[in-house]
T-cell receptor, first 110, second 112 residues
Framework: EDQVTQSPEALRLQEGESSSLNCSYT??????LFWYRQDPGKGPEFLFT???AGEEKEKERLKATLTKKESFLHITAPKPEDSATYLC???????????FGPGTRLSVLP | EPEVTQTPSHQVTQMGQEVILRCVPI?????FYWYRQILGQKVEFLVS????????KSEIFDDQFSVERPDGSNFTLKIRSTKLEDSAMYFC??????????FGPGTRLTVT
């Protein structure tokens, strides 16, 4: 059974304090790992797709990396507007659905 | 920028009533999905839809649920007889060219 865990559950950072969020996964044949941002009461907002170990993607202050067992979302010099819940999801080969992790709730304090 | 839209944003219904949640996926997308998120819990897959039929469904998607694409733009989720435990945010999504899914803003369903 496909499984996704995320750590930490919650993270509080000072503005400018860089850190990383972890997503560990178990899937029988990975098609892709997807990172999303979710604001309270809103739908997940797509950030990145990673397909194979060693791949990296960047967008503004965010950088996502992938190994065979986990993915990291690195946040460099975060700002208060980066506060949100960050979700990762996996999709297996020949499957349609995403399996989501529980998310990491990030708070960036000014 | 194209986006997925959903209506209504909030639906309140009584237990046992039927509800229909509506979605307009991104226009050139071919795969559509429904997910739900119970307050404080994970986003859970319900069903995927392609070429006017269900391509995959989860254990949650039982006989009380159905999906339909009644015309060229709308995609609907029907819950025939709602239960208290159906209270959740329901998200529609459509799939882009690189398997990424774009989610709508959600419909908050409250069953009383």
């Amino acid at each position: 059974e496909d499984q996704v865990t995320q750590s930490p559950e919650a993270l509080r950072l000072q503005e400018g304090e860089s850190s990383s969020l972890n997503c560990s996964y178990t899937v029988s044949g990975l098609r892709g790992l997807f990172w999303y941002r979710q604001d309270p009461g809103k739908g997940p907002e797509f950030l990145f797709t990673l397909y194979s170990a060693g791949e990296e993607k960047e967008k503004e202050r965010l950088k996502a990396t992938l190994t065979k067992k986990e993915s990291f979302l690195h946040i460099t010099a975060p700002k208060p507007e980066d506060s949100a819940t960050y979700l990762c999801a996996v999709q297996r080969n020949y499957g349609q659905n995403f399996v989501f992790g529980p998310g990491t709730r990030l708070s960036v304090l000014p | 920028e194209p986006e997925v839209t959903q209506t209504p944003s909030h639906q309140v219904t009584q237990m046992g009533q039927e509800v229909i949640l509506r979605c307009v996926p991104i226009s050139n997308h071919l795969y559509f999905y429904w997910y739900r998120q119970i307050l404080g819990q994970k986003v859970e897959f319900l069903v995927s839809f392609y070429n006017n039929e269900i391509s995959e469904k989860s254990e949650i998607f039982d006989d009380q649920f159905s999906v339909e694409r009644p015309d060229g733009s709308n995609f609907t989720l029907k819950i025939r007889s709602t239960k208290l435990e159906d209270s959740a945010m329901y998200f529609c999504a459509s799939r882009g060219q690189a398997y990424e899914q774009y989610f709508g803003p959600g419909t908050r369903l409250t069953v009383t």
